[in-house]
């Protein structure tokens, strides 16, 4: 079974600062797809990013962008110049290519300072 | 504007009582699923299905049962509350695989049994 860990339970930064949030997955799987999810206050998932594991390249959306090592087993999430907006739990995601199932981690909640 | 809709959006209920969660989806989206928050645990997933007819247990799904009947909506039945069953409830849904798995969430069912 795939196992997903977050080891930073919370992080705080001041606003316009970078900031890395890190993840850790288990699997014995080649093909899967990693997603980070943000979910502010109003407890809304919302979708951050996705890579698929086949890519060599990193995902980047704007200000997110992602460090994927995958023999180390590693999806980092990058927030550049960090905004109040961006406070907010943030979930790391494993899915098997083909089960169309998440698996998640057990969060890191983000707080931006001003 | 395609969505995922969740009712109610808050529940209170008494120990033993049978509780349905409603979840629709305007996306024309295939698989659907449900997921259940709670502290220190992330999302774990309840039940899901991949089409009418379908359906299949997840990692946490004693107490639970879920029906499809048509493709919008995946109703959530708790067949006699407990009070291990106070969680937020999320239903998501996705398109069927070719690399269109990404999920889209619902806002949530806060729960509360007593």
């Known amino acids: 079974a795939q196992t997903v860990t977050q080891s930073q339970p919370e992080m705080s930064v001041q606003e316009a600062e970078t900031v890395t949030l890190s993840c850790t997955y288990d699997?014995?799987?080649?093909?899967?797809?990693l997603f980070w999810y943000k979910q502010p206050p109003s407890r809304q998932m919302i979708l951050v990013i996705r890579?698929?594991?086949?890519?060599?390249q990193n995902a980047t959306e704007n200000r997110f962008s992602v460090n994927f090592q995958k023999a180390a087993k590693s999806f980092s999430l990058k927030i550049s110049d960090s905004q109040l907006g961006d406070t907010a739990m943030y979930f790391c995601?494993?899915?098997?290519?083909?089960?169309?199932?998440?698996?998640f981690g057990q969060g890191t909640r983000l707080t931006i300072n001003p | 504007d395609a969505e995922i809709t969740q009712s109610p959006r808050h529940k209170i209920t008494e120990t033993g009582r049978q509780v349905t969660l409603a979840c629709h989806q305007t996306w024309n989206h295939n698989n659907m699923f449900w997921y259940r928050q709670d502290l220190g645990h992330g999302l774990r997933l309840i039940h899901y299905?991949?089409?009418?007819?379908?359906?299949n247990k997840g990692e946490v799904s004693d107490g639970y049962s879920v029906s499809r009947s048509n493709t919008e909506d995946l109703p959530l039945t708790l067949e006699s509350a407990a009070s291990s069953q106070t969680s937020v409830y999320f239903c998501a849904s996705s398109e069927a695989g070719g690399g269109k798995e990404t999920q889209y969430f619902g806002p949530g069912t806060r729960l509360l049994v007593l």
């Open positions: 299905s991949y089409g009418v007819q379908d359906t």
């Open positions: 995601a494993f899915m098997k290519q083909g089960a169309q199932k998440l698996v």
């Open positions: 890579q698929e594991a086949y890519k060599q």
């Open positions: 699997t014995s799987e080649s093909n899967y797809y």
